[in-house]
């Protein structure tokens, strides 16, 4: 159980475009969604929790006209990278929590890279 | 601060075992926990422990919790080369109110043959 799903795995896109990323939990209702960015060999940073129907609260520093969040549904996030250039190559991972519980279930992650 | 520190690099013989020490800031954090991350891969859930316990067992993982010390650490007995990954400690300030994790900076652990 407790299972989270990314789509895609792996996107290449041109400068300038926009990309989107969604995170699925499979097999359970999730009431909030976080975003994490991992730079190559660097440990994983919050950019974003999501509650299901409001909106996104962002950490200092994250550009939220720039990472669009929607968390539709209790089992859809979506990351939307606007206007992508190539210093937002990374990879990108998506992890679902409960109310009311401290565990997060993670995603495999979406590597994007951006030329 | 909410850093949460780890040391970056590990060489363990196969067969020895491998301690990866955590150090972090929030006295709040109900959870602490481990994850294993593979090359290209997300992250796994190694263990967890709950912050009014000293030690928790698991198979081959140990797991210590210095609450006074605010320091954590990972030992793996019998240390194999599939062990050979990134460990991340991570944990859960309540003070967030949203139950967000903070990361360590990971430590790549590399298991020699």
């Known amino acids: 159980g407790a299972v989270v799903s990314q789509h895609p795995s792996r996107v290449i896109c041109k400068s300038g475009t926009s990309v989107k990323i969604e995170c699925r939990s499979l097999d359970f209702q999730a009431t909030t969604m976080f975003w994490y960015r991992q730079f190559p060999k660097k440990s994983l940073m919050l950019m974003a929790t999501s509650n299901e129907g409001s909106k996104a609260t962002y950490e200092q520093g994250v550009e939220k006209d720039k990472f669009l969040i929607n968390h539709a549904s209790l089992t859809l996030s979506t990351l939307t990278v606007t206007s992508a250039h190539p210093e937002d190559s990374s990879f990108y991972i998506c992890s679902a929590g409960l109310a009311g519980k401290y ?3 993670f995603g495999p992650g ?6 | 601060g909410e ?3 780890q040391s970056l690099f590990l060489s363990v013989r ?4 491998s301690v990866i020490n955590c150090t972090y800031t929030d006295s709040s954090s109900t959870y602490l926990y481990w994850y294993k991350q593979e090359p290209g891969a997300g992250l796994q859930l190694l263990t967890y422990i709950f912050s009014n316990m000293d030690m928790k067992q698991d198979q081959r993982l140990t797991v210590l919790l210095n609450k006074k010390d605010k320091h954590l650490s990972l030992r793996i007995a019998d240390t194999q080369t599939g062990d050979s990954a990134i460990y ?5 300030p309540t003070t ?11 430590t790549r652990l590399k298991v020699l043959a």
């Open chain 2, 88 to 92: 991340f400690c991570a944990e859960s």
């Open chain 2, 3 to 5: 850093d949460v520190e």
């Open chain 2, 14 to 17: 196969e067969g020895d075992s």
């Open chain 1, 103 to 105: 565990e997060q279930y």
């Open chain 1, 110 to 115: 979406t590597r994007l890279t951006v030329t």
């Open chain 2, 96 to 106: 967030s109110g949203t139950y967000k994790y903070i990361f360590g900076t990971g």
